[in-house]
């Protein structure tokens, strides 16, 4: 356009209409041909068609079908506390945290885990219809991190978790964990079991075993949650996660269904755990002293109680006199499983049920004795 308006000014028949007439003539053909140039554009950038999928996956089928049928029986837990102004002295309830649970039964028990409800006053159950309980306590094991709650669902209601097994998983069979992470509505996660028999530290000089390594995200809202197998049975419960940051990193752990199977009935049962117990006394600072002393490894019983299966089937404590200390037994095996703390006793303890019978590996003298004990209730 320039150029021919230059050439126009130029010539010496110049006019002021034929000027305008000019541009106005070479902008409506420039304009014309840009129109053109981006209704193609337009045309072959924007407008894109839908292409048709084939029908999903044999294995994405299963894991939909794997949620759709489980969600139901999965709820939120929603915690609170009751905090009394230290000025007007009135009580008010403050939010505490969140995490997940499941439907145990057909009379509304849920089972979650014991650092869900912990420290707070209050609990309220929200099921995936969208129907909100307050909830009872029923009992807790914070040695296990379970907690047993219930609520009052008179209709409609969810179906309980279908129960798996434990002791059979393998390494690399997939898992899936479904919670209700941040509140942010039901989720479903998946992976597989890394490991197996996972030690984690406890409250109480206890250790958890037997746990599920997987690497199924596990966020803090997934607490409590049921970690499925492939067939959508409960073969654990979410706990936690191994992470410096709080959030998931591949490493997470579920106490394992066995483990829920031995627990939560007692808990309903009884409202606590009683762990099975051989009826001696331990101490475990005394016992390490000792084991440095004598240089042997193992739990060195201190005394054994009077009227006990471990009196019964003729264990010895220390015996003081007045030449000082003799050693009485000192375990080192249970059922041939190796015991070299009193952590490991009590854990491998609660494997048993109360009136089972071990047998127990003592260093008596110097020398090794096999004893059977009848296990008899930790209270």
Known sequence: MCVISRLILNTKFFNKRILCTSIMNTLIIFS??????????????????????????????????????????VVYISTSSLVRDPWTRN????????????IWDDIGHVVTNYHVITGANE?????????????????????????????????????PVPIGTSDDLKVGQKVYAIGNPFGLDWTLTSGIVSALNRS??????????????????????NSGGPLLDSAGRLIGINTSIYSPSGASAGIGFAIPVDTVMRVVPELIKNGKYTPPALGIE??????????????????????????????????????????????????????????????????????????????????????????DVILQSGN
């Open 123 to 159: 609990a309220m159950v929200k099921l995936a219809d969208g129907r909100d309980y307050k909830a009872n306590l029923v009992g807790t094991s914070q040695i296990h991190d379970i907690a047993v709650l219930k609520i009052g669902v008179d209709f409609k209601r969810p179906p």
């Open 282 to 371: 331990l101490d475990q600072q005394v016992n390490d002293r000792l084991t440095a002393m004598t240089g042997k490894s193992g739990v060195i019983i201190l005394r054994v109680k009077p009227g006990s299966t471990a009196e019964k089937a003729g264990l010895s404590g220390i015996q003081i006199s007045d030449r000082g200390w003799v050693a009485g037994d000192i375990i080192v095996a249970i059922n041939d499983k190796e015991i070299n703390s009193i952590q490991k006793l009590l854990s491998k303890l609660d494997d048993y049920h109360v009136g089972d019978r071990v047998k127990l590996t003592v260093i008596r003298n110097n020398s090794k004795h096999d004893i």
């Open 32 to 73: 014309s041909v840009f129109m053109m140039t981006n209704s193609q554009a337009t045309e072959n950038t924007y407008i894109r068609h839908v292409t048709p999928r084939g029908d999903l996956a044999s294995d994405e089928k299963n894991t939909i079908a794997l949620f759709e049928n489980s969600r139901d029986s």
């Open 91 to 102: 009580v008010f309830s403050t939010p505490k945290g969140t995490g997940s649970g499941f």
């Open 200 to 221: 984690l530290a406890a409250s109480e000089g206890f250790s958890v075993e037997h746990l599920i390594q997987t690497d199924a995200a596990i966020n803090p809202g």
